[in-house]
């Protein structure tokens, strides 16, 4: 792996790793019976005592979580703990009512594992250190211009899974392939519904350079990244910062940064006035998690199908692996693509609906029925590419059966060969030069015949059938 | 009379007619004025009372069941959270907070027809021994005004020996029931941990409060703890109970009670020796085999909880930042100081001192030289315990060293105030049930007996004790 070379004398290594919350898609709050999905809530609507932090209030373990942090696990190829504990992190802060989080501190739920990512054409392997449940704190808000902020407690107590990866990530590039594997292994595994937009995966990173091989420098933390695009922009611009500092002299201050999307820069955050002890302490009010051997391999079992599996499944269609990406980061267009495949059992029918639903998204729209006698259409030769996409974009504005819309429309081939034939007799009869051409081995006459047959079939002739025809006639 | 007979009883009579819910809840009040001097009371609830009362009455006249507890009055600690009046913990802090839900064991009572008159004084968040550290006034001990009533649910305590009520409800989370219970002569049950929900109580130590009831006799608080005990949903670290706790046979005969050599060292006062030493006599002649044994290890038990104690009450506390419940420093600059000043402000000198011990011992660097070693010697203490029980069936000894001391005389000295749970936090520590019951006098202030039963053992613990309640 070729490491990012900063436009520097030296050479500066960098080191990265990464830090991932994920939300869980739970139906209810980590410890509280009470709605998870925030997104369009009024605020402070969706809390209840626990949340809010009351006097004898007591978290309740959600046992959904649980099972997703499992599977999460599993996909993580990492090792679920038969035991783990919650312990308490201090702080104090108006959206953290409690005055303390609740999360997993020595002893995480899942150990180990790893993310595979590949960049180009080669395969890695990213290690996970751990994987732990933990709360989420409410949402601050500071009115422009205003003497008050404003806290939502809504997302207070939402599940997330905080994935710790190990400082094994080494470009830009890798770290942007990092978190793209992270989000779609998340989604796939149903973990979460992976909704970058309203932060449902974050991502910290953690940077530094180093000129001495196997020596550390000192890191700074880019907080809070919701885009695979701002991870390899944060990270670029750090590499190049922190390499340009130890270029002059210059000291690269420990610090905790957040990304300007607009400037393309990293800024340093309100410096901490000390460095912060967060008391860490046993959470009394949980008992520790017991897992049962029985409980986690029903939760291996469940598990869907992950895009490894899936990437391996679709490489018989021996298309672009980019293509291959492209439909992953769509997981509504996949789901249709490997229905096609599941009913159809045609790598053909299968590549080709991939191709079409990229074109053309809308196209899920349409019954999985009506989209398969579409491909077989084309396959008979009823079709040809470009008319099955006349004929999809006029299924998706009406309910009616394909073939009566390409007949309709009037867009059947001809693929009856005596038809054909009778029209390739005339067109070489008409052509005398062309044929001489074709049969002093000028490829491109056929072209030109084929073209003609085309006209005088009023565009539907069969492409295929019709050059097979006119190399039979002149016998080459 | 003011005495109340038994709560089956009078559950009974209000069941058939006889008696009234509302007279039963007028009866009530009408003691609390009179005897306001004591100042057991925090806040009355005769408002909700009073309406709980007519309805019930309104569902008999309809030929309904009430339930085991019908129409009978009670007392809460005000650390619970009740509906139709405030909750303050004593503290400062809390001044003026109306809770919006109930703790579960309120809804387990009333759900039974009783009725909750009024919240009583404590040790502000129940840290105290002596009601001293209330931030509202101090509660007088019902046998000499000049004394205190014991802590924290010295109001509860109280106010079942003064007639209020007859029963009460209390937190114990170093001593805080089984305390009072002997410094006033009351029947004060902490029951294994777990096995009473904490949901609605204002934490104090999360992994050693536990709920229970203070009555006037053993009958009574088994009822109360038959009602109140068992798995909620809503507090993950309750256990599953025992079918019954209603005593149904003799609980000392053919028993084996062990005398915790530990707790009859130098420090025991001579007269709480004396009345001890008789119990011990009463206790052998009811047909129990009595043995000494030790648990090396149980004097740590005081110096271990006042470290994971504070450092849970440090945490615990933290939501009482002045923003969103109870008190809240107006005048300040900003968020920073709107915490420190409501935190100033809100809390008493005890609290205080508890938060700064608990701040330090699970700050980084002092985490394992204190938190970490106290975890280990409360492993210690409970390995001791359960090794003691493979062949005892009951532990005995004093509840306190002393009998009741008077007010003022150990504010002071919070070592001096400490040192009144020597005896009855290694039942917190471990997690078994303890209990103090009644065993006589010395110059005139009651003497509780310890029971310590193995862990779940609260219900053979009950009938040991209404054994010996029933010896002359």
């Known amino acids: 792996m070729t490491p990012n070379v900063p436009a520097t004398k030296t050479t500066y290594l960098p080191t990265i790793g990464i830090e991932c919350h994920v ?23 969706l809390i209840s005592h626990i949340c809010v932090g009351m006097p004898g209030a007591l978290p309740v373990l959600n046992e959904k979580a649980v099972e997703l942090a499992v599977g999460a696990a599993f996909a993580l190829n990492s090792q679920p703990q038969a035991f783990s504990k919650f312990d308490r992190k201090h702080y104090f802060y108006p959206d953290l009512p409690k005055g303390y989080q609740i999360t997993q501190y020595d002893q995480p739920i899942a150990k180990g594992g790893y993310v595979e990512i590949e960049i180009e054409g080669e395969k890695k392997k990213v290690g996970i250190t751990r994987v732990h449940l933990e709360e989420d704190a409410g949402k601050t808000t500071h009115p422009e211009g205003m003497d008050f902020s404003l806290i939502d407690l809504n997302r207070a107590g ?159 269609l021996q298309v672009d692996p980019k293509v291959i990406e492209d439909i992953l980061d769509r997981e509504e267009l996949l789901d249709r693509v490997l229905e096609v495949k599941r009913i159809t059992k045609s790598t053909e029918h299968t590549r080709r609906v991939l191709f079409q639903l990229l074109d053309d998204p809308d196209s899920l729209s349409i019954h999985v029925k009506d989209q398969i006698k579409v491909l077989e259409m084309i396959s008979i030769g009823e079709l040809s590419s470009t008319a099955a996409k006349a004929v999809l974009k006029e299924r998706i504005k009406i309910e009616e059966d394909p073939r009566l819309i390409a007949e309709r429309m009037n867009l059947l081939q001809i693929s009856n060969e005596s038809e054909l034939e009778i029209m390739v007799r005339e067109v070489l009869a008409d052509n005398p030069t062309a044929v001489a051409d074709v049969k002093k081995g000028e490829a491109k006459a056929v072209g030109f015949l084929v073209g003609q047959v085309m006209k005088k079939a009023q565009g539907k002739a069969n492409p295929e059938i019709t050059k097979r025809l006119i190399k039979k006639q002149l016998d080459v | 009379m003011d005495e109340w007979p038994k709560i089956s009883d ?55 069941n009430i339930g085991r507890l019908a129409g009978v009055p009670f007392i809460a600690k005000d650390n619970f959270l009740t509906l139709g009046g405030e909750t303050t913990a004593a503290s400062n802090i809390l001044r ?52 205190v009533p014991g802590g924290s649910s010295g109001g509860s305590a109280a106010a079942v020996i003064l007639n209020m009520v007859p029963f009460a409800l209390g937190t114990d989370t170093g001593g805080s029931i089984r305390l009072p219970a002997s410094f006033v002569g009351a029947v004060g049950v902490k029951p294994t941990y777990g096995l009473v929900s904490r949901s609605g109580v204002v934490a104090m130590a999360s992994s050693t409060d536990v709920v229970g009831p203070l009555t006037t006799n053993v009958e009574d608080a088994s009822l109360i703890l038959d009602i109140i005990a068992g798995k909620d949903s809503m507090d993950s670290t309750t256990i599953e109970r025992e079918e019954s706790y209603l005593n149904t046979g003799d609980g000392l005969r053919g028993k084996r009670v062990g005398i915790i050599s530990e707790y009859l060292n130098d420090g025991l006062d001579s ?142 000295d919070p070592l001096k105030m400490y040192l009144a749970d020597m005896m009855t936090v290694g039942a917190n520590m471990s997690g078994n049930p303890a209990m103090s019951i009644p065993a006589g006098n010395s110059n005139g202030l009651p003497v509780g007996l310890q029971l310590i039963g193995p862990m779940r053992g609260d219900r053979q613990m009950l009938a040991a004790a209404q054994s010996f309640e029933g010896l002359e």
Not at chain 2, 127 to 132: D, K
Request: charged fraction near 30%; hydrophobic fraction near 35%.
């Open chain 1, 158 to 316: 939402t599940p997330l899974l905080e994935i710790v990866s190990e400082p094994e990530i080494y470009s830009p590039a890798e770290a942007k392939a990092y978190a793209r594997e992270l989000w779609l292994v998340m989604k796939y595994a149903q973990v979460t519904d992976g909704d970058l937009y309203h932060g449902h995966v974050r991502f910290d990173v953690n940077i530094s350079v180093s000129d001495k091989p196997g020596m550390l420098g000192t890191r700074t933390e880019i907080k809070n990244l919701n885009s695979f695009r701002s991870v390899a922009g944060a990270v670029e611009y750090e590499i190049k910062r922190q390499a340009e500092l130890l270029e002059k002299n210059e000291v690269i201050v420990q610090e905790t940064r957040g990304w300007d999307e607009v400037k393309q820069k990293t800024t340093p955050q309100r410096q901490k006035e000390e460095a912060h002890d967060y008391r860490y302490m046993p959470e009394p009010d949980i008992p520790p998690l017991k897992l049962s051997a029985s409980f986690i391999s029903k939760v291996k079992e469940g598990l869907p199908e992950l895009p490894s599996s899936i990437r391996e499944s679709l490489s018989e």
């Open chain 2, 271 to 412: 007269g709480v020796r004396s009345v001890i030493d008789k119990a011990i006599d009463k206790i052998k002649s009811a047909g129990a085999t009595i043995s000494r044994v030790s648990l090396p290890n149980l004097p740590l038990s005081l110096a271990s909880y006042y470290i994971i104690c504070p450092a849970e009450v440090s945490s615990n506390l933290s939501r009482y930042d002045g923003q969103r419940f109870g008190y809240s420093h107006r005048d300040s600059n900003d968020l920073a100081e709107s915490y420190e000043l409501s935190r100033e402000k809100g809390f008493g000198a005890e609290a205080k001192r508890r938060i700064m011990i608990g701040t330090y011992v699970l700050s980084s660097g002092y985490y394992d030289a204190y938190y970490k070693k106290a975890q280990l010697v409360r492993t210690k203490i409970i390995n001791e315990f359960s090794e003691v029980f493979k062949n005892q069936d009951l532990l005995i000894g004093p509840t306190s060293p002393t009998v009741a001391f008077k007010i003022g005389d150990r504010v002071k």
């Open chain 2, 10 to 64: 009078i559950a009974n009579r209000v069941q058939s007619g006889e008696l009234k819910p509302i007279d039963l809840v007028k009866k009530s009040i009408g003691i609390i004025d009179q005897k306001a001097e004591y100042r057991a009371v925090i806040s009355s609830m005769e408002e909700r009372a009073m309406h709980r009362a007519t309805e019930i009455e309104n569902r008999i006249g309809r030929g309904g």
């Open chain 2, 96 to 147: 003026g907070f109306r809770a919006p839900y109930q703790a579960t064991v309120i809804e387990r009572l009333e759900a039974e027809g009783a009725i909750c008159i009024a919240k009583s004084n404590l040790d502000a968040f129940a840290h105290g021994s002596s009601t001293e550290n209330s931030d509202w006034f101090t509660t007088k001990n019902p046998h000499d005004k000049s004394r």
């Open chain 1, 23 to 45: 939300q869980l898609n739970t139906k209810t709050k980590l410890f509280a019976a009470v709605g998870n999905d925030a997104r369009g809530a009024s605020p402070n609507t």
